[in-house]
Every structure is written in structure tokens, then in C-alpha cells.
T-cell receptor, first 115, second 108 residues
Framework: SAVISQKPSRDICQRGTSLTIQCQVD?????MFWYRQQPGQSLTLIAT?????????ESGFVIDKFPISRPNLTFSTLTVSNMSPEDSSIYLC????????????FGSGTRLTVV | KNEVEQSPQNLTAQEGEFITINCSYS?????LHWLQQHPGGGIVSLFM???GKKKHGRLIATINIQEKHSSLHITASHPRDSAVYIC??????????FGTGTRLQVFP
């Protein structure tokens, strides 16, 4: 199955600043997914990133707040812009593995704290 | 009501005990996933099920499509099994819907 390298693993940021999270996959994948997990909550899909087109955002998430880049089939970034303490969460990327038993591979997560 | 419900929310066990975590869902699905999340936040996929039963090492996952229910069993539990276990279903929209997780602590 695919292996994902996600960076940074954690960060503490000042409110009003932005943080860019990177995910590098060791194989070409069509779709990459970005999730947010707020403290004590389940994962929520932010957007689906397709190479060569704009990301598709879920209800409640907008491009100005969470811009996504997908320059090629192995890499994507998610930026959390103009951060507030409410953005403190774990952010994860994920890809689908259609050929293996487990279905999806997830990144190691980015634990973001906004102060 | 959440579309994916897990029970229990928290579970403690002594090393060696047999553990069961339950997942019920209310939507039509094409597959159900069991995931393991460690304290750092990273998630590992354990199983993808669409019917029957799967086994991998000490882990067993079952699903009953008619009853919309799945269970994850851990045999001979060990402290390293301590993690949050998350059930997720792939619904008609082709997007994963996640449960809130079961926090398991196994004590030596």
C-alpha cells in the first residue's frame, strides 16, 4: 500500500498566522483527502484534492480559509489561513488504496495548536 | 443521531483479556473500515469489510450487513493495543463517515 509522509507532525502557531501542511505519497494517486479532527471529535472531511483541478470542499469549509495545492500525483499541501484558537486540531491527509485489503492510507497527522 | 455509532466510548482491560468494540450504522454502505489512532494522531487502517469476517493476527473484524453492525475483536490483548479504534463507513457519496472512536487502555 501507499506510504505517506506528512509534515510537520506538530506546531504551535500564533493567531492570525498561516500554516502549510505537506503530504508526500510514495506512489501516484488520483485523489487525496484532507481531514480535520477537533479535540474529542471524529474526523471531518475538509476537501478532496484532485491533480490538475481545484479541490472540492465540503460544506462549512472554504478555499480562502483552507487553500489546497495539488501540483502532481504524489504531493499536496493544505494551508490553514488566518488561524484562530478554534483551528486547533489534528489535520490528516489520506489516499485510497484500491488494490490492498485496508482501503485507505492515512498520514501521521499534524497536531496544530493556535495560541 | 450520528450515522455511525460506536460502543463503548471508553474501555479498559487487563493484559490478556478478549476485547470487543461495536459499531452500528444507519446508512447504506459499500464498505466498512476499522482504523487505529495512536496518541500522536496518526491513523493506521486495520480492515476494510463488505461482508463476513476478516482476521489479521490477533485482530478479528466481522460485519452483519442486514443488521448494519460490525464488531472488532482483539484476542490476548496487550498494552501496545492501547489506542483509539475508529469505525468508518463508505456511504453512497463515496466519502468516509467516521464514528467518534473507542478509547482502549490495556493495563499490564
Amino acid at each position: 500500500s501507499a506510504v505517506i509522509s506528512q509534515k510537520p507532525s506538530r506546531d504551535i502557531c500564533q493567531r492570525g498566522t498561516s500554516l502549510t501542511i505537506q503530504c508526500q505519497v510514495d506512489s501516484q494517486v488520483t485523489m487525496m483527502f484532507w481531514y480535520r479532527q477537533q479535540p474529542g471529535q471524529s474526523l471531518t472531511l475538509i476537501a478532496t484534492a484532485n491533480q490538475g483541478s481545484e479541490a472540492t470542499y465540503e460544506s462549512g469549509f472554504v478555499i480562502d480559509k483552507f487553500p489546497i495545492s495539488r501540483p502532481n500525483l504524489t504531493f499536496s499541501t493544505l494551508t490553514v489561513s488566518n488561524m484562530s484558537p478554534e483551528d486547533s486540531s489534528i489535520y490528516l491527509c489520506s489516499v485510497e488504496n484500491s488494490r490492498v485489503r485496508v482501503g485507505y492510507t492515512f498520514g501521521s497527522g499534524t497536531r496544530l495548536t493556535v495560541v | 443521531k450520528n450515522e455511525v455509532e460506536q460502543s463503548p466510548q471508553n474501555l479498559t482491560a487487563q493484559e490478556g483479556e478478549f476485547i470487543t468494540i461495536n459499531c452500528s450504522y444507519s446508512v447504506g454502505i459499500s464498505a466498512l473500515h476499522w482504523l487505529q489512532q495512536h496518541p500522536g494522531g496518526g491513523i493506521v487502517s486495520l480492515f476494510m469489510l463488505s461482508s463476513g469476517k476478516k482476521k489479521h493476527g490477533r485482530l478479528i473484524a466481522t460485519i452483519n450487513i442486514q443488521e448494519k453492525h460490525s464488531s472488532l475483536h482483539i484476542t490476548a490483548s496487550h498494552p501496545r493495543d492501547s489506542a483509539v479504534y475508529i469505525c468508518a463507513v463508505l456511504g453512497d457519496t463515496d466519502k468516509l463517515i467516521f464514528g467518534t472512536g473507542t478509547r482502549l487502555q490495556v493495563f499490564p
